[in-house]
């Protein structure tokens, strides 16, 4: 089990950006997939990026596609989502995730991640 911090939400302005990290407790952190997802209010939980363990190859949902970056430090153990021309369609709580059952290919769905962070709020005004 892995457990997971993330920091760096915020309250920002439509086209503006933000930078989240997520630091894992995790040792061997490139044992883990790492992924984000977020979930806005009245809505389910849905993926937004992953990586892979080395870094090396990295998936994004559609709606975040051309405006999102993922990336990892393993020498540090954290994860960073680097956000930019936010929409107020971003507004959402961003969890970090981390999929320890060394699997080939990055997941998308919820249940293929077994620890989750506490969130941190994304707000975008218009």
């Known amino acids: 089990q892995v457990q997971l911090v993330e920091s760096g939400g915020g309250l920002v302005q439509a086209g503006g950006s933000l930078r989240l990290s997520c630091a894992a407790s995790?040792?061997?952190?490139?044992?883990?997939?790492m992924a984000w997802f977020r979930q806005a209010p009245g809505k389910e939980r849905e993926f937004v990026a992953g990586?892979?363990?080395?870094?090396?190859?990295?998936v994004y949902s559609d709606p975040v596609k051309g405006r999102f970056t993922i990336s990892r430090d393993n020498a540090k153990n954290t994860g960073n989502l680097q956000m930019n021309s936010l929409k107020p369609e971003d507004t959402a709580v961003y969890y970090c995730?981390?999929?320890?059952?060394?699997?080939?290919?990055?997941?998308?769905?919820?249940?293929?991640?077994?620890?989750w962070g506490q969130g941190t709020q994304v707000t975008v005004s218009s």
């Open positions: 995790a040792r061997p952190f490139t044992a883990y997939i």
């Open positions: 995730a981390a999929d320890s059952r060394l699997r080939a290919v990055i997941q998308t769905s919820i249940q293929a991640y077994d620890d």
């Open positions: 990586i892979s363990r080395n870094g090396g190859s990295t």
